[in-house]
């Protein structure tokens, strides 16, 4: 059975103004680690000094870190299919409030280790080091990651001493309820799978490398959530995919679509940061920081607004732009940039002369968003699957037969089955870049 080991590092203790600065897990699999995962994390928005003060490490470690959005997917890849272990309820806590606050709901804890160490011991104090110390556990936990190993040692030692009562070994023992669905026609390859009510409705839909085994556990899990799902569920499908980049693809585009009652993660879909420009009322032509549906965005987007604000700096000292009319200040004086800006925000440049370069700006933008395919193993060995992104648009993906003549890339997209750009799915070809996924397949350049 997998585990993962969560543990939460916050800025505060209450609940309401807390925000996740460290975060650490360690998964394990029949009581052997099958990956590890530690990042400092830039809260967003930014602590006050008040908040800052307080904090027990270098707070410049955290402003350099990345945001919770931009490592939330490498999380889920780990404790998904899982159960997860949290130190205490306010860290359990903390995670979803952090993952609802992007669009995700993660669920509750399977296991709660100070409620659990108090419940078998007896003891009413719980911290790492008592519980160690208190089950004769020789380790020294100082890093978060090191407070997940402990944690995981705490856990099945906890498990061990209770074996044989109802609180024990029984918390870890599988419950198999195989005998309400046919299961025969599920292969053993990746893909998506869909669970269908008796009216024939999708209830859930979930991605796999291993559709049967992925979908038996969800049947012999012995948490109240699969319960309940593998209860409603009469029938089940799925889709081949032949490869786990295009499964997590695909899954996104049916929960956003068929927004699935059982589904709580990518139903609701957050929009990005863009750069607009517009032309005010003396003419100058300004680009602005927006939040916005991309449907109708003209220019470059970004998924939260540091990084749309890092990107404008760049392009406002390449252009020798005006920072208050590129969006980075919001005054009525002029700037506080004597060295890029040439004086337009004071009246001593021409309109049309500033004009020109923030329209080479917004080249700039366009020209370096990068188009490409990514050409993965189809669903057979007969098969080659292409994912296309055009000028940083994910466009969709399609199946080409190995024999096919191809000639061109305009030939390749031909292939392609259009699929909507949002979120989710820039945030699963980040992660395919970021991650040992890239050795999955070959990027060509468009």
Do not use: W
């Not at 998904?80 to 952090?98: A, C």
């Amino acid at each position: 059975m997998k585990f993962s080991f969560i543990s939460v590092t916050a800025s505060s203790n209450n609940l309401a103004t807390a925000r996740i600065i460290n975060l650490a897990v360690r998964t394990s699999e029949d009581e052997q680690c099958i990956a590890e995962f530690e990042s400092y994390i830039k809260p967003q928005p930014r602590l006050s000094m008040t908040e800052r003060t307080s904090l027990t490490i270098d707070y410049s470690r955290i402003k350099t870190a990345p945001p919770f959005c931009d490592i939330a997917l490498e999380i889920i890849a780990l404790v998904e299919n899982g159960q997860t272990v949290f130190m205490d309820r306010f860290s359990e806590r903390l995670f979803i409030k952090s993952f609802k606050q992007i669009g995700y709901s993660p669920g509750r804890a399977t296991y709660i280790l100070q409620q659990l160490f108090k419940n078998i011991t007896g003891t009413k104090t719980f911290t790492i080091a008592v519980a160690l110390q208190s089950l004769g556990l020789k380790y020294f936990a100082n890093t978060p990651l090191e407070h997940s190993k402990a944690m995981e040692k705490i856990f099945f030692a906890l498990i061990e001493i209770s074996s044989g009562t109802s609180n024990g070994s029984d918390l870890l023992k599988e419950k198999p309820n195989l005998d309400t669905v046919d299961f025969s026609h599920l292969p053993k390859t990746p893909g998506v799978y869909f669970f269908r009510n008796k009216e024939g409705e999708v209830i859930y839909v979930g991605k796999a490398i291993n559709i049967l085994k992925r979908v038996r556990s969800h049947f012999t899990a012995s948490n109240l959530f699969e319960r309940e799902l593998c209860a409603q569920t009469a029938f089940l499908d799925f889709e081949e995919t032949g490869s786990e980049t295009l499964a997590l693809l695909l899954e996104s585009h049916y929960i956003t679509t068929l927004k699935p009652i059982c589904n709580t993660n990518q139903k609701e879909l957050i929009d990005p940061y863009v750069i607009r420009s517009k032309t005010d009322g003396r003419g100058i032509l300004r680009l602005q920081l927006i939040q916005k549906s991309y449907a109708d965005s003209e220019n470059e987007f970004y998924y939260n607004r540091d990084s749309v604000l890092l990107k404008m700096k760049q392009v406002q000292q390449k252009f020798n732009l005006c920072r208050r009319f590129t969006g980075i200040e919001r005054t009525a004086a002029k700037c506080s940039d004597p060295v890029f800006c040439k004086g337009i925000c004071q009246g001593l440049e021409d309109k049309s002369i500033y004009n020109e370069r923030v329209a080479a700006a917004l080249k700039f933008i366009f020209d370096e968003r990068p188009s490409y395919i990514i050409k993965l193993g189809g669903r057979h060995i007969f098969e080659s699957a292409v994912v296309l992104v055009k000028n940083g648009i994910y466009q969709g993906f399609g199946f080409i037969e190995n024999d096919a003549n191809i000639n061109s890339f305009r030939d390749i997209e031909g292939y392609i089955k259009r699929y909507s750009h949002n979120y989710f799915t820039s945030r699963i070809i980040d992660q395919f870049h970021r991650s040992n996924k890239k050795q999955e397949g070959t990027i060509l350049k468009y």
